[in-house]
């Protein structure tokens, strides 16, 4: 799981630094969209809701749609859609082939096969009635701090909804990495910009922020929760947050008192965050090495389950 859900970020992040390059590098702009296409398209191979981002490859395109508008020869960018398109299409076309091979069926990515607590065949796996309490879950429930260390322990979890799985180790992150709050101030990055560096600078924020819904609405409606999908969707979302924090600071350069206390709130905010993430790490590592060795001691295997 560790590895798809990891392999399905690193080239999300890989799709969104290509799109970037397309953005300030006009010059190459289409053999960057292509890369950010063939990235996302290697992505979906591990995370298969990842097709629904690909409207974010588009985003150059309306870039350069918007550029040629200030010289009078607006025209469809048809390279940029080629290159946008193309390869994360054939990709999909690759999957679908080896989903027919393998389950007789190009929609089958293997969920129905899976060996879990579960049967997957008779599950159903995404509903509107799973969205709020996930959304509590993942956005706003805190931890429970102890004196013991780590000092962190398990949410007090809502009331589970009718068909959903048990949860698995969530917390909030509105509320336990509150430096993300700063995404909101992600605008500001093309307040007072030259028309063109706006244009650019909101476009590619654009992007970044749709992915993060994509992620994060799939992810509340489906049955399962869990900590590690958070970070299907958190990566984005503190990636807006440093943009509002660089956002905030230059809008304040001229207003040093005003700049110095917001650096002291989004510092202290920072520290909060790191340090929580480091608890938490200490939990959920002491958590999984009892269920392993649980396993390991149902197995037969005492002298490892000890160890």
Do not use: K
């Amino acid at each position: 799981w560790e590895v798809a859900v990891s392999c399905g970020y690193a080239l999300g992040m890989v799709a969104l630094g290509a799109l970037w390059r397309a953005v300030i590098d006009p010059e190459r702009r289409v053999w960057w969209v292509a890369a950010a296409s063939l990235a996302l398209g290697f992505a979906v191979g591990a995370r298969p809701f990842l097709l629904l981002g690909a409207p974010i490859l588009l985003a150059p395109a309306v870039i350069a749609w918007n550029e040629a508008a200030t010289t009078g020869r607006r025209r469809l960018p048809w390279a940029l859609l080629v290159s946008a398109v193309l390869p994360v299409s054939l990709c999909v076309l690759g999957l679908m082939i080896y989903n027919d091979l393998r389950f007789d069926s190009p929609l089958e990515f293997g969920q129905r096969y899976q060996l879990a607590g579960d049967r997957q065949d008779t599950i159903q796996h995404f509903s509107l009635r799973f969205l709020w309490f996930n959304f509590c879950v993942y956005f706003l429930e805190p931890v429970r701090w102890t004196r013991e260390f780590p000092f962190v322990s398990d949410i007090a979890t809502p009331a589970v909804p009718v068909g959903h799985a048990d949860i698995e180790d969530p917390y909030g992150i509105l509320t336990n990495i509150p430096i993300v709050w700063f995404a909101l101030a992600a605008p500001l990055a093309w307040w007072r910009r030259a028309a063109e560096d706006r244009v650019r600078l909101r476009g590619f924020l654009v992007a970044v922020a749709i992915l993060f819904g994509i992620c994060a609405g799939v992810l509340n409606l489906f049955y399962g929760t869990c900590s590690r999908y958070e970070a299907e969707f958190l990566p984005t979302l503190v990636f807006l947050a440093a943009v509002g924090i660089l956002a905030v600071e230059r809008v304040l350069a001229a207003r040093p008192r005003w700049r110095v206390t917001v650096r002291a709130v989004w510092v202290l905010l920072l520290v909060f965050s790191l340090g929580f993430n480091l608890l938490e790490g200490f939990d959920h590592y002491a958590v999984q090495r009892c269920r392993l060795g649980n396993q390991l001691d149902g197995a037969g295997r005492l002298p490892d389950a000890i160890r």
